[in-house]
């Protein structure tokens, strides 16, 4: 019976861990800065999750967190 149960927990954990949602992915051109916090545009809540097109990083609470890329028109990396 204790084998059925650790199957049971497994699938269960598999499952809640499949149903996750994968973290935001926004072009930097859909972001706006209010007050020095980064919202997704027409948003309330502050923007979390993966900053992608000429200037790339991971946002926080509406703040960069850990490295910041820019990049030129031709796709030289500008600043990092």
């Known amino acids: 019976m204790s084998n059925s149960k650790a199957i049971l ?8 861990s499949a149903c996750s ?21 027409f948003a309330t809540k502050p923007f979390n999750g993966e900053v992608v097109g000429w ?7 509406g703040r960069w967190s850990g490295s910041v890329l820019q990049f030129t028109k031709d796709g030289n990396l500008s600043i990092k």
């Open 9 to 16: 927990l497994s699938l269960f954990l598999v499952f809640l």
């Open 55 to 61: 200037i790339q990083g991971r946002v926080v609470n």
């Open 21 to 41: 949602e994968p973290e935001p992915r926004v072009d930097f051109s859909e972001l706006v800065k209010r007050d020095g916090i980064f919202y997704q545009k």
